[in-house]
């Protein structure tokens, strides 16, 4: 299999950000398997325990994937470059974004629930193009504003370069 393998300082979001996944998902899985089961036990009249089997198999599904988060967590890193910020992430699909510094036009810092119960924020980079946003999520809290701060320094002498 070939990789895409580029050089560069790369830094990994932190491994927190597994349970975040595993957290939200299983939330999720459980008012998605509760609302299925609720439709198929009140509309269409299923027996009690074919309602049951339905919903635990929903709920195993998506747990399931949720384990896959950790997995999925190592694969997403960002490079600060001379000229660009690196991002990359996927297992079977990667994806590398080249966002350049002259080009952003927001960094914005976001964190959900769960993400607060675990200190972890995500930055969002947003430019001129209309599909061009990029998130890194998992970022400890503080190194999260700190790249911000930095992104936004160097993003601003870039563009007063023009």
Request: proline share 3%.
């Amino acid at each position: 299999m070939e990789r895409i393998d580029i050089a560069g300082d790369w830094r990994r979001v932190s491994p927190r950000y597994a349970w975040a996944e595993l957290w939200t998902t299983a939330i999720w899985a459980v008012v998605i398997a509760g609302a299925t089961g609720a439709i198929l036990w009140f509309v269409t009249g299923l027996e009690r325990w074919a309602v049951v089997v339905i919903a635990v198999a929903i709920l195993v599904a998506m747990l399931a994937s949720g384990v896959v988060a950790f997995l999925r967590v190592r694969t997403i890193g960002f490079a600060m470059r001379e000229d660009d910020l690196l991002v990359r992430r996927g297992m079977l699909f990667r994806r590398f974004v080249s966002v350049p510094y002259g080009r952003m036009q927001v960094v914005d810092v976001t964190q959900g629930p769960v993400e607060r119960m675990l200190d972890l924020k995500t930055l969002k980079f947003v430019t001129a193009a209309a599909t061009s946003a990029v998130t890194i999520p998992g970022l400890p809290g503080t190194d999260a504003e700190v790249l911000r701060d930095e992104l936004v320094a160097v993003a601003e002498s870039r563009r007063a370069g023009l």
